[in-house]
């Protein structure tokens, strides 16, 4: 949408007669600019992205309200000398926060400057929770390395490739590639992040937990991603 959002306002614009003003409380965005194959090294694409959020909030001519979804580390994404996430309150009525983590300390943790950021500006938060079947993410932080001898493999910018071995020198100074050694390795496990498989029970009990212990202002509520989800867990 944000390569295209004459598309999105066309349907916003065919929208707002249908529904008239009284009966339309808002729109909610749910748009993920990092999906792009271009993501991070394009600096345009947050640029574009806001700019879509913009042309959305102005076709909506305060006829309702504007929601837009974003993940929690938006608030340590710098964008601009600041964090993306506080450029998106600016413009949103509201944020919804892909908070997904089964520990509600750890939960709260990474949403914190959020809330506090909504707090200050008059901005509801939601925090989101997640139900769905998920598989184990790896994730491999990865290091320039100069010296070829300690290199773990070689990215190729130009044919877009990434190779986790250590190739021969003749090749890296073919393709002009650029060394990097493997920092960290680490796997995220779907029970950490989702409570699908879990009795219903623990879920309540986390959303308890959640609004006994978020005292900000700016706390809306939970957003329980999906409702399939959570009707598939046990009892």
Known sequence: MIDH?????????RLLPLV???GFPGLQLDIEPY??????DDDTIFDRYLA????????LSGKGRLSIVMPFWFASTIHQRRPIAFTVMDEADDVAVMSYRTDVEELIAISDDILRYGTLKGVPVWLGMETTHLLPERH???????????ADGILDPARRTLTLTNPPRGERHETNGIGFRIHHRTTVHPERISFAGRPRREVRQAIDQVFSL?????FSGLLIHDLPGYQGLPE
Not at 35 to 40: A, C, I, R, S, T
Not at 52 to 58: D, M, S
Request: net charge positive; glycine share 4%.
């Open 5 to 13: 959002p004459g598309i999105l306002i066309e349907k916003l614009t």
């Open 20 to 22: 008239g003003t009284s």
């Open 35 to 40: 999906l792009l194959k271009d993501f991070p």
């Open 52 to 59: 879509t959020i913009k042309q959305v909030k102005t076709s």
């Open 140 to 150: 491999v932080l990865l290091k320039r390395e100069r010296n070829p001898s300690l």
């Open 214 to 218: 978020v005292r900000m202002s700016s």
